[in-house]
């Protein structure tokens, strides 16, 4: 009797399950169950550039808007790897909605385990704990959601400049005047998680990178405005128009770190800003899916042409499939490295990993489009948009593959204290 037909069974997005703690497992899952829904909606918001409002409501029905929150504010209580693997599988169906989701968990891990290790006085301590429990109520009781604006076309989203958008502190709260631009979620978050410099009076000039501080602006305050076009090559469902404050007044309740903690944040948490990887390791493993089952004759709609018997062929998916399992490694290795005062060569091994998911995310899209052939690039497939979206992810601040490159540079070259003295003739 003739064996029965199989199909191509993906692999888990962060290799063996059997690896996985139960609580990972089951969220991977539960986004897992989601993904078909989202990868048939993935079209019309990219030809749209149309923001993925029903996926967030399937997030905020999975209870999912709340991954990592900490459990004792009723969140979920994921860690820097746990969100990894979940944002992974996220970009594994929709690379916008995962690369969206990033900026509201930013909101949720700034202030949550990564604060908690932080140096706060017992003081500051309470008063985070008090007004962090606010932040969280909105996103678990209510579902709301944070947007992430943090670059504004200048050295502060690079790292090396303090944010142009201030923050001058007034009776009961801080107002708040600025512009940032590329904001995923504008008009769509209920929050703008801003990063700006806090004015101190009578100071002259502006502030320093050390007085950043992060509030949180309803995005209905007055003051708010959402503008500028969004016609971009990818990630077009992200929506990142810019948006202005103008004397915004928030209470001293808009803090999402204390003062000055958020430079302490981003100096000692590096990993901090490695969020914006898994969209783009979850599009890395669709491209290799996508070429499997489209060589195999599997793809939904189409004749069941199959291509695998042709040797070039083979090897091409071969060369994907060592490519994605290197990036999978790193990026999990990555994720299991996140901690407190990295030392030199795990801060390294951070840039190496984060510049290794985005570049070849966008490589492995390449590679799938040669391989599959023509008609892969159709618009009626999906392959062509994982391409575009791909793209963008090694132009994210602050780790743009050449700022990744920088870093790495100097830090392999040269320890934290070391200065050239004068070149030789
Ligand atoms: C789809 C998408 C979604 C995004 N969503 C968000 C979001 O939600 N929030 C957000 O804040 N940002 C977001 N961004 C913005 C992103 O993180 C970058 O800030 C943006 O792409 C930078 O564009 P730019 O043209 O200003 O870059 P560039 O001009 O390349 O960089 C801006 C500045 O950074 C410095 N810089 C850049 N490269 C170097 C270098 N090699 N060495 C030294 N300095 C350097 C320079 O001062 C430069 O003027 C998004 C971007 C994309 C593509």
Known sequence: ?????????????????????????????????????????????????SFPFENFDDLRRAGLLGLCVPQASGGLGADFLTYSMVGAEMGRWCGTTALCFNMHVCACLWSGAIADGLDMSPAQRADHERIRALHYARIVSQGQLFAQPFS????????????????????????????????????????????????????????????????????????????????PLGMRGTVSRNVSFQDVFVADEARLLPEGLYFQAASRFPHMFGTLAPAYMGIAQAAYDFTVQYLRGEIPGMPPARRRMYPTKQHAVAEMRVKLEATRALFLQNARDARLDPDADTRMRLYAAHYTVMENANDLCRLALRTCGGQSMLKTLPLERLYRDSRCGSLMLPWTAELCIDHLGRECLYEASEEDEALED
């Open 1 to 49: 009797m003739p064996a029965a037909p199989q199909r191509y069974v993906p692999s888990h997005i962060a290799g063996h399950a059997g690896t996985l703690t139960p609580r990972q497992r089951e969220w991977v899952g539960r986004v897992a169950e989601l993904g078909p829904a989202w990868s048939a909606r993935a079209a019309r918001y990219d030809r749209d550039a």
């Open 152 to 231: 504004e076309g200048g050295a502060a989203a690079a790292g090396s400049a303090p944010w142009s958008t201030v923050a001058r502190k007034v009776e009961g709260g801080y107002l708040v005047s600025g512009r940032k631009i590329f904001v995923s979620l504008a008009g769509a978050a209920d929050w703008y998680g801003v990063l700006c410099t806090l004015e101190r009076p009578g100071r002259e000039g502006r502030g320093t990178r050390q007085d950043a501080l992060y509030l949180a602006l309803p995005a209905k305050a007055p003051g708010v405005t959402v503008h500028g076009d969004w016609d």
